[in-house]
């Protein structure tokens, strides 16, 4: 299974695609683009990319997190820019290996692999690839597996039947589906929900996120699944109340869709 280039969608979300304070669609193309072109005309040589990516790292938009890091090498890998990837690939580069000038080396970048290549079936992941459509909101859910599974699972339970890849032919579900997981793309600056559901506690482990319901007056809201991979409490930023209605609007237009006409 690939998550990283897939036919219609591309990821790189561990190259640090989304640390940046202002992360919305406009300004990502916008910082893809500026690599990519300042890349072209370099020659393929170590020096002279480890130069470039220098000069784009110093240029670059501020880190949302500036522990993670962020490589000055990552862009649009087709004149259109609908996919995103490694400028020093050698499938990028034509031949030779550069991603030793980038903030990891070329064994790393290699032999990396995100938690969700261990978590997602082949089937999930088509989904995700065909449902969000685009390079931005792909690498957000597909980083995800909670929060793809809860919007599954929520839709599965107000159809009474499993989504599948089928039924993303049909063109308003799929659309609908993707009004629901392109939630990803609406959250607080600097929410739990924005960067994938592996949130490390103080052992390394995996802390599980959690809605504190009774400190806000509240009863468990029967999205509970999708909210709090949203990251939908007071917290993050986000507005309850707001989210749960958006969600509880965007699983009807699923549930609609799904058994109304195309
Ligand atoms: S975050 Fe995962 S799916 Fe995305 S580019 Fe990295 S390894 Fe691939
Ligand atoms: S050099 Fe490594 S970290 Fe940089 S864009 Fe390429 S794969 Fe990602």
């Known amino acids: 299974m690939d998550l990283c280039q897939r036919a219609t969608a591309s990821c790189g979300a561990c190259c640090g695609l989304y640390n940046h304070r202002e992360h919305g669609r406009a300004a990502i193309r916008a910082e893809l683009g500026r690599r990519t072109r300042a890349l072209r005309g370099v020659a393929r040589t170590p020096e002279a990319f480890r130069a ?3 000069a784009l790292a110093a240029g670059g938009p501020a880190p949302l997190f500036p ?30 290996d550069l991603r030793d000038c980038g903030v990891y080396d070329a064994k790393i970048c290699e032999t990396f692999f995100c938690p969700s290549f261990a978590f997602l079936t082949e089937e999930e992941a088509a989904l995700a690839e065909v449902a969000t459509g685009d390079l931005h909101l792909y690498g957000l859910v597909v980083t995800d597996v909670p929060f793809l599974r809860a919007c599954l699972a929520a839709v599965a339970a107000g159809t009474g039947a499993r989504v599948e890849r089928r039924h993303l032919e049909r063109a308003s579900f799929r659309t609908a589906l993707r009004r629901l997981l392109a939630l990803k793309e609406e959250l ?13 506690g103080p052992d390394g482990g995996d802390v599980p996120r959690r809605i504190d319901y009774a400190s806000i007056g509240r009863e468990t809201s029967p999205h509970d699944a999708i909210l709090t991979c949203a990251g939908a409490d007071p917290r993050s930023g986000n507005d309850l109340d707001r989210l749960e209605g958006e969600v509880r609007r965007r699983l009807d237009a699923c549930v609609a869709s799904f058994a109304g006409p195309a």
């Open 52 to 54: 470039a990516a220098g």
């Open 67 to 96: 522990s993670v890091r962020v490589c000055p090498l990552l862009g649009f890998l087709d004149e259109a820019g609908t996919r995103v990837g490694c400028l020093a690939h050698p499938r990028a580069t034509g031949g030779p």
């Open 188 to 200: 607080a600056p600097g929410s739990d929900g924005l960067f994938g559901a592996f949130a490390p």
